[in-house]
């Protein structure tokens, strides 16, 4: 069964510095991956999803992952964090594009503080 | 084009009732999914509807059921609403066979309060 782990239930950055968002996955077949992010009181907005092809995979508003299979890892990051950044960002695996069940970390809160 | 929308936004129901949830899918998409995220929790995959049938089901018990209709558009009931049915309840939309862009668009959720 395909699981997702996200490392800290809470990350605070200070705007202008590196955002870093920890996930390992645990998958028995060659894994899809995306990163969500959640506003208060609104749904999921996917950021981005690694498929097949290129490990580096780059996303909207200036994040981006790299899946390195070897670490079983997809670790969200981006350059230079801003205030409007804040929110819940969760990781997801899918066995497949097709059925597309999704199984979500369970979430990991960015403060950013000025 | 119009967007994943659910109704209603919010809802407070008691022990035991029942519950209907609704969902409008995104324009041209055949596929809806249901997720249930309790507080502080990542979304947990209820199951999923294409083509009016149900195509997957996670692990949750035969008091929650679905539907979905030729426009797409679909229902989430619950039955005999317990405490820890108490969530945000999230429906996605997709378009079945679009290859590695079937993206899942998420609505905004509703938000269930069991008492």
Redesign the interface.
């Known amino acids: 069964a395909q699981s997702v782990t996200q490392l800290g239930s809470h990350v605070s950055v200070s705007e202008g510095a590196l955002v870093l968002l920890r996930c390992n996955y645990s998958s028995s077949v060659p894994p899809y991956l995306f990163w969500y992010v959640q506003y208060p009181n609104q749904g999921l907005q996917l950021l981005l999803k690694y498929t097949t092809g290129a490990t580096l995979v780059k996303g909207i508003n200036g994040f981006e992952a790299e899946f390195k299979k070897s670490e079983t890892s997809f670790h969200l990051t981006k350059p230079s964090a801003h205030m409007s950044d804040a929110a819940e960002y969760f990781c997801a695996v899918s066995r497949d594009t097709g059925f597309q069940k999704l199984v979500f970390g369970t979430g990991t809160r960015l403060l950013v503080s000025p | 084009e119009t967007g ?1 929308t659910q109704s209603p936004t919010h809802l407070i129901k008691t022990r035991g009732q029942q519950v209907t949830l609704r969902c409008s899918s995104q324009s041209g998409h055949n ?1 809806v ?1 249901w ?1 249930q995220q309790a507080l ?6 209820i199951f ?1 509807y294409y083509r009016e049938e149900e ?2 089901r ?1 692990n949750f018990p035969p008091r929650f059921s679905g539907l979905q209709f030729p426009n797409y558009s679909s229902e989430l009931n619950v039955n005999a609403l317990e405490l820890d049915d108490s969530a945000l309840y ?1 429906c ?1 939309s ?1 378009l ?2 679009g ?2 862009n ?8 509703t938000r269930l309060t069991v008492l």
């Open positions: 994943v596929t999914s997720y502080g929790q990542g979304p947990q995959f999923q195509n997957g996670g999230l996605a997709s079945q066979g290859g590695t079937n993206e899942q668009f998420f609505g905004p959720g």
